[in-house]
Each structure stands twice: as structure tokens, then as C-alpha cells.
Nanobody, 122 residues
């Protein structure tokens, strides 16, 4: 069983940067693909980014490509989402998630954090 706790959310202005962290406990962190999802007000939850177990492969939603970077530190059991050039439409609750296996194109995840709010004012 893996527990995930996100942090780093907050209120920022358009164009600002923010880094989210996802601390994991339980399980073997390095055996899990890590992903970030978000759910904006009145919207469905959507995929943001995913990262392979080693950190060598990534995939991003088109809406964040070039602005967001997913990374991980297996020694610290932590995943990150660096968000640059934030836009008002990035406002959402951001969730990190973990899944056993190696594929980063699969969107079904086994474990979820509670989410952290990111609000971008225009």
C-alpha cells in the first residue's frame, strides 16, 4: 500500500511558477510509475504528466507540454511537478498518483493523493 501526500499548491499570478511535491510512503517507490492529474472547477479530472520508474521517460498532456516538467527522486521517495508560465486555465486541484508496472501511457493508477489546490489569477 502506497500513501501519497501532495504539497506546494497555492495562489499565484499568471506567468508565475510553482513546484508541486508528492511524498510517498509505504511500498517500493522506485517500482511505481508516477503521474500527475488535475481537476478544474466544473471539469472532469484530466491527465497532466507521467514519469517512468527510472525517470528516463516522460509524457505530457498537450496543454502543458513545454511549460510543465515532471521529475522524481527515488532516494527521497518524492515526485515533483514544476509548473512554469502558469495560466488561469491551469487552476485546478492537482493530484499525484502511482501505479505498479512500467508503462507511462496507461492512465489507470492504483494509488492517489488527496490533492493540492493551485489557483492562477489572471
Amino acid at each position: 500500500q502506497v500513501q501519497l501526500v501532495e504539497s506546494g499548491g497555492g495562489l499565484v499570478e499568471a506567468g508565475d511558477s510553482l513546484r508541486l511535491s508528492c511524498a510517498a510512503s509505504g511500498g517500493t517507490f522506485s517500482m511505481h510509475v508516477m503521474g500527475w492529474f488535475r481537476q478544474g472547477p466544473g471539469k472532469e479530472r484530466e491527465f497532466v504528466a507521467a514519469l517512468s520508474r527510472s525517470g528516463g521517460s516522460t509524457t505530457y498532456a498537450d496543454s502543458v507540454k513545454g511549460r510543465f516538467t515532471i521529475s522524481r527522486d527515488n532516494a527521497l521517495k518524492t515526485a515533483y511537478l514544476q509548473m512554469n508560465t502558469l495560466k488561469a486555465e491551469d487552476t485546478a486541484v492537482y493530484f499525484c498518483a502511482a501505479r505498479m508496472g512500467w508503462r507511462i501511457d496507461v492512465r489507470e493508477y492504483d494509488y492517489w493523493g488527496q490533492g493540492t489546490q493551485v489557483t492562477v489569477s489572471s
